[in-house]
């Protein structure tokens, strides 16, 4: 509950900025994203969140014990939806930590790197964005931390109670031994710059 409405502060803080840097008060050195995007990515990655934690505690109230199918219904759908945002806006999202599961969630970039570190030695620090390069593209990139819950536990706890099928499909698996309140990794939204001249030219022929 308390994480909720610290989310929910957080979320409010970054759309207050945003407002603040168009309003034309604020003239920033550096380009920025558009601040609306940078409102956009905040809310669409609260939603990303609320939506694993809501099916993790699904998971944990049900009556039922869980099958192979319900247990894959967390975190998979989590880095589904992150591929559809990036599709429906421009965007890179990611889910990224040290101790990945999905080798795909390895940091690769420094600045993914820092930016783990940072978060690591700032608890309370739930996210951040920064001017940033990737692949050549000038931008803005977005940094959200993912602490560990209770209910993360039942696939995220101690190696021995893992869930068969975590075994057999992540032999290198490295996302256990996690405590509630930890750091679990990141998300990050990498925003490119919109360029002014993009607009492509007429080229129509004039009857
Ligand atoms: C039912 C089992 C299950 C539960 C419960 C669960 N996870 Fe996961 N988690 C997984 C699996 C499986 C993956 C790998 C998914 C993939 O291949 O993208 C994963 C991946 C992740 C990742 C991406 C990084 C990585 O290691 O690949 C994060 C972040 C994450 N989980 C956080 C959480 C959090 C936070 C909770 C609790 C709110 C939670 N998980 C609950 C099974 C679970």
């Known amino acids: 509950m308390f994480r909720r409405?610290?989310?929910?502060?957080?979320?409010?803080?970054?759309?207050?900025?945003?407002?603040?840097?168009?309003?034309?008060?604020f003239r920033p050195a550096?380009?920025?994203?558009?601040?609306?995007?940078?409102?956009?990515?905040?809310?669409?990655?609260?939603?990303?969140?609320?939506?694993?934690?809501?099916?993790?505690?699904t998971l944990k109230d049900a009556t039922e014990p869980p099958t192979p199918e319900t247990m894959q219904e967390v975190c998979k759908p989590v880095g589904m939806k992150a591929k559809q945002i990036s599709q429906e806006h421009g965007w890179q999202v990611k889910q990224i930590s040290r101790q990945y599961r999905n080798p795909e969630h390895a940091p690769t970039l420094l600045a993914e790197k820092k930016a783990l570190a940072k978060f690591r030695a700032n608890p309370d620090l739930m996210g951040f964005w920064e001017p940033e390069t990737v692949a050549d593209q000038s931008g803005t990139r977005y940094y959200r931390r993912i602490n560990v819950e209770a209910s993360c536990l039942a696939c995220h706890?101690?190696?021995?109670?893992?869930?068969?099928?975590?075994?057999d499909r992540y032999p290198q698996d490295l996302a256990f031994g996690f405590q509630e309140g930890d750091l679990r990794?990141?998300?990050?939204?990498?925003?490119?710059?919109?360029?002014?001249?993009?607009?492509?030219?007429?080229?129509?022929?004039a009857n």
């Open 30 to 57: 550096i380009a920025l994203a558009p601040s609306e995007s940078l409102a956009q990515a905040v809310q669409e990655i609260e939603q990303l969140d609320v939506l694993r934690s809501g099916l993790a505690a």
């Open 157 to 167: 706890g101690s190696k021995d109670s893992h869930p068969q099928f975590i075994q």
């Open 5 to 25: 409405v610290q989310s929910l502060l957080f979320g409010l803080l970054v759309v207050a900025s945003a407002w603040f840097m168009s309003s034309g008060l």
């Open 185 to 205: 990794g990141m998300y990050a939204v990498f925003m490119p710059d919109l360029e002014p001249n993009r607009v492509p030219a007429y080229t129509g022929v």
